[in-house]
């Protein structure tokens, strides 16, 4: 037998091409780490001769893919791009930083054609949509340089390439929508193309020439030409006098068959021109970023999230450390051009500056609906309404700060954006700025759904066509010259009101992903798919491995009628000892969705199956969420399950036990069902049995969970009634109902997250997932409690968790039972929303959970729809010492770094997918009652005589409902209608000489007759009740659909 006692590899330093050796090749420095360690860093560079070009037809490079087949295959097709009238020589393109980071919308873009030699032979391939943009060579120059610049656009930018890198090693056709034929290609480590950074030469100019040189690399080796595609006219000129064929986007783009189409997709930031100064300056220059942070580490500006009034597009916030209250920031120079969600540095303004929040509604849709989107940069025509409404907003604004009314704020004015947190919006069409004369390409205004956003200059060739769609737009530049910040079109999401418009549109408006999952993610499924089953007993298994057989115990699930994800089931029995067992068994997704797999990555980025009213968006593949990890009954299905031994009379835990298990669901219910049978006093089989014992210890759970101070809070739940998934109605909306045994199936659960989340902290403090709800500030709640006082005379005490319960429980009115639940609500939104966190990131004493009144929290029981539960599953498996596969916790999570990022993404999610949901609600609502009301005037019509018709026209077939005020301004009032769980906002008409009467110290105002059109003065309050008319109308010049109140007796 022979051994090898040592091997020793050495490796020598290839020559660069010149000759010289490469100073980059060995460096050695010394490295201050952010915790302030000194590193010793000694880096190596080996420069490779086998780094393939990436083209099919290249022969040179035919023996690299062979040798190294795990390596990414020749995806570049042999005939290259052949359609530019531009460029007629067959060619492949290389894309520079700037297309990247720039023209990210227009490099995806779906608007290619089929190659008519292929399509012919194909029958149905014409009508596919297929990538503009193919044959694109990145060099990883461009992809070093775009993960230092953004990271989203690098995810964007690797998702082709690896979509490209699939349909290469499957050998997919040339012409299908995935295959994009995008390669990268190593240029740093490529002999031929490594260039190292000269003396005195900046590191951009060293990447732009180590783009030259990779260029002109692929010119002299690949069979076919290159193009060098850049908006770096510097880099383009230097390219040229270099031979090499280089172009701007604007020129390539208009020799493309979509030229005219594609051309609206090219972002504005494009050859961006430095000579954007002297006239027509509206706005202050910013600050140059390292300025201000340096001013903001000295205390001197302030730096905070730039949150604008949904009310006001004159004003927006900034909380800021410094202030209690937020910073507020009024007039557009103040707010000088940030936009909602930037990260902003402000100035205060001196103190006897400051003012009170505007009480107006002031909308910026009719204010500024004279604005010609065509008037550019210089001297931009002065806008008579704007000017009026800044002119009124300044009067008042020096009233306000001489009158004793109001309370003044600290103020302040963006001097500088520190990061800009864009993203693509969607928005219509405003129809008023569309020249209908104009042919050719056209500025116009694209008003954002979102009425935080500014409206958006976009440029485009077919205006006409996208009058009435729902369309999505990119921000590009916002610059000091103009009025509004430029942006460009993406793509057209569909007619306005079509319910694929509609819905798409909330998605992306809330960052939901929804992208159907990829051929690799469904091949991480078992291969045996829908008939996959859990083995026969098989201690060796790795199905059985490690888990408990509890396949005979009585488990029942619970849940909302029509649930087909059943992550959650139960059983509960008497023990010999005169205590009781409960157990709580959760899907063990874990066991199907292993660390880093493709499937684990996109479970970990969207973070949580996201419910609209008519359709899911699934955290994971179909398959598992409701089949192999659905807990349906009469099936074998694999669980993780937690097992307490309790006191019957007491609820308190004698012991528990975590083990992963098989069980076999006896039992589906609904929650009516579950209390039908438990109510029902002819049955005493062991499932009814077991849901009273459990219903039993759940009251005594939940009595103390009560009595710790835990909330019982409200948020406007309302449930839709579809008749059929596709038709858009007729529905119905009811508030949701709830059962003892929602609150059966709530208890177990909380002590479960309870139970797994002390388990998982002992276990590993440092790296827990874990979940928290911080206290809220006092001074949230200041608002509310002043309202409640002077409005009710009501005293909320917000002393701890238990005194608000214990108020909120007291702040009742008899004859109004719906109060209790508004002032609910309104508390709510006083508190801060519960967050998952890494137990070693944050200070132990903030682990608590406020609302729940408990020390410690996870989320454990819904690993189907949350990624959270699947990282605990995780650590549980690995503290418990499961000895099946998941035994040894993935390194990832016992990374504190790791486990904060991915929290950090699975945080956004949640609220992104809360807040598209409500979405979702509001927009069937709006649905609802517009349906209502139609049907109502036809009904109207039918009975009616000859003069119907007239009859018809004079009478008002809105909706009447019930409505609370719960805000009052000087020209309108905003209201809650309990019943829909909607809110709206009355504006009133504004009339010269005739003013509503705001008492903003007692929440009141008073509204003349002239204004309230229900011929006599009317005074309102917060509270008050009202009769809303409750209508859906059209703005006509967006095509907007929006829900609209009146006042009415
Ligand atoms: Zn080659």
């Known amino acids: 037998m022979t051994s090898i006692d040592s091997i020793v590899i050495q490796k020598r330093p290839l020559p660069l091409p010149d000759g010289s050796s490469d100073p980059l090749f060995s460096r050695k420095f010394i490295k201050k780490t952010a915790r302030g360690k000194v590193l010793k860093v000694h880096r190596e560079r080996y420069l490779r001769d086998d780094i393939a070009c990436g083209s099919k037809s290249c022969k040179e490079c035919a023996d690299i893919y062979q040798r190294h087949p795990h390596l990414p295959q020749p995806c570049l097709s042999a005939k290259g791009i052949t359609n530019n009238t531009k460029v007629t020589a067959p060619h492949y393109l290389v894309l520079d930083t700037n297309i990247i980071l720039h023209q990210m919308d227009l490099l995806e873009s779906m608007l290619g054609q089929a190659d008519s030699a292929s399509s012919s032979s194909s029958t149905s391939s014409s009508s596919t949509a297929l990538p503009s943009f193919v044959d694109v060579v990145i060099l990883q120059t461009v992809v070093e340089e775009v993960r230092h610049r953004s990271l989203p656009l690098y995810n964007r930018l690797m998702d082709i390439v690896k979509d490209s890198e699939h349909a290469a090693r499957m050998g997919r056709s040339d012409q299908t929508a995935e295959n994009r034929r995008w390669w990268i290609y190593s240029n740093d480590f490529a002999r031929e193309s490594a260039v190292a950074r000269r003396e005195n030469e900046s590191p951009n100019d060293r990447n732009d020439r180590a783009i030259r040189t990779a260029v002109k690399w692929y010119q002299g080796h690949s069979p076919l030409d290159v193009v060098l595609l850049s908006d770096d006219a510097d880099n383009v000129a230097r390219a040229q006098s270099d031979d090499i064929q280089a172009m701007n986007v604007r020129d390539y783009v208009a020799g493309m068959p979509a030229a005219d189409k594609l051309s609206d997709l090219i972002s504005s930031r494009e050859a961006k021109s430095s000579t954007d100064k002297g006239s027509g300056i509206l706005y202050p220059e910013h600050l140059p970023v390292g300025q201000a942070t340096a001013a903001i580490k000295g205390g001197l500006l302030h730096q905070g999230y730039f949150n604008a009034s949904a009310f006001n597009f004159l004003e927006a916030t900034v909380k800021v450390p410094r202030y209690d209250k937020p910073v507020i920031l009024i007039g557009r120079d103040s707010m000088n051009r940030a936009i909602d969600g930037d990260v902003v540095a402000i100035e205060m303004l001196p103190e006897q500056e400051w003012k009170a929040s505007a009480d107006d509604v002031l909308d910026a849709d009719s204010a500024l609906k004279n604005d010609d989107a065509e008037g550019e940069g210089e001297g931009e025509e002065d806008n008579e309404a704007v000017d009026d409404a800044e002119a009124k907003l300044d009067k008042k604004e020096k009233k306000e700060a001489t009158s004793s009314r109001g309370e003044r704020q600290p103020t302040g004015k963006v001097v500088s954006i520190i990061r800009r947190n864009w993203r693509s919006y969607v928005a219509h069409v405003d129809a008023s700025s569309v020249h209908s004369s104009a042919l050719g390409a056209q500025s116009l205004f694209a008003t954002p759904v979102d009425r935080k956003v500014p409206r958006i200059r976009i440029r485009t060739r077919q205006a006409s066509e996208l009058i009435g769609q729902k369309i999505l737009v990119a921000l590009d530049d916002w610059r000091p010259t103009s009025r509004y910040p430029d942006g460009h079109f993406v793509r057209a999401l569909g007619a306005t009101e079509s319910q694929a418009a509609e819905q798409e549109s909330l998605l992306l408006e809330h960052d939901v992903p929804y992208r159907p999952f ?424 039918a009975k009616g005589d000859s003069k119907a018709a007239a009859v018809v026209a004079g009478q008002d077939f809105r909706l009447r409902e019930d409505a609370f005020v719960i805000r009052v301004f000087r020209n309108g009032v905003s209201v809650f209608v309990n019943k829909y769980g909607l809110e709206g906002l009355i504006t009133l008409p504004a009339k010269s000489g005739v003013q509503c009467d705001l008492d903003s110290e007692n929440y009141t105002v008073t509204i003349p007759k002239e204004l309230s059109g229900l011929g006599k003065d009317v005074k309102l309050g917060v509270f008050d009740r009202c009769t809303v008319a409750i209508g859906v109308e059209k703005d006509r010049s967006t095509q907007r659909k929006r829900v609209r109140m009146e006042l009415v007796l």
């Open 518 to 941: 990829s051929r690799a993610i469904l091949d991480c499924l078992p291969p045996e798919g829908d008939t996959w089953v859990v083995p026969p007993k098989d201690a060796t298994h790795p199905s059985w491995r490690g888990r408990i057989d509890l396949r005979d115990e009585n488990i029942c699930s619970i849940d909302p009628p029509g649930c087909q994800d059943i992550d959650d089931a139960l059983h509960a029995k008497q023990l010999p000892n005169g205590n009781v067992e409960c157990g709580v068994h959760i899907a063990d997704v874990s066991h199907f969705v292993a660390p880093a797999t493709p499937m684990d990555a996109e479970a970990a980025s969207r973070g949580t199956t996201v419910y609209l009213v008519d359709k899911r968006i699934d955290m994971l593949p179909h398959l598992l969420g409701t089949n192999l990890c659905s807990l349906r009954p009469f099936v074998e299905r694999l669980a993780f399950s937690v097992i307490w031994e309790m006191d019957p009379k007491t609820a308190k835990v004698v012991d528990v036990r975590f083990s992963k298990s098989v069980i076999a669901s006896k039992a589906a219910f609904t929650y009516e069902a579950a209390q039908l049978r438990k109510d029902d006093s002819s049955q005493t089989d062991a499932i009814t049995t077991s849901i009273r014992l459990l219903n039993s210890i759940a009251l005594k759970l939940k009595a103390q969970r009560m009595a710790n101070g835990a909330l019982n809070l409200a948020s406007p739940e309302v449930r839709i009634h579809l008749d059929s998934p596709e038709a858009a109605g007729p529905i119905d909306v009811e508030q949701k109902e709830m059962r003892e045994t929602n609150s059966l199936v709530e208890e177990f659960m909380l002590l479960a997250n309870v139970t797994v989340a002390e388990k998982i902290y002992s276990a590993y403090p440092q790296t827990a997932v874990l979940r928290r709800h911080l206290p809220p500030p006092r001074t949230n709640f200041e608002g509310l409690q002043d309202v409640l006082k002077k409005r009710l005379g009501f005293d909320l005490n917000i002393d701890s968790s238990g005194a608000l319960a214990k108020s909120l429980d007291t702040c009742t009115d008899p004859s109004n039972p719906a109060l209790n639940t508004l002032v609910r609500i309104m508390a709510t939104r006083c508190m801060l929303s519960a967050e998952y966190f890494c137990s070693g990131s944050v200070p132990r004493d903030t682990f608590g959970h406020y609302g729940l009144a408990c020390g410690m929290y996870t989320h454990f029981t819904s690993p189907i729809r949350r990624y959270a539960d699947v990282l605990a599953h995780r650590q549980l498996a690995a503290a418990i010492g499961h000895t099946g596969p998941g035994a040894t916790l993935h390194a990832s999570l016992a990374d504190k770094g790791n486990v904060d990022g991915v929290l950090d993404v699975v945080n956004k999610r949640h609220r992104g997918g809360q807040m598209a949901g409500r979405a979702s609600v509001e927009f069937f609502v709006g649905l609802s009652i517009a349906k209502r009301n139609e049907a109502a005037k036809q009904a109207a019509a």
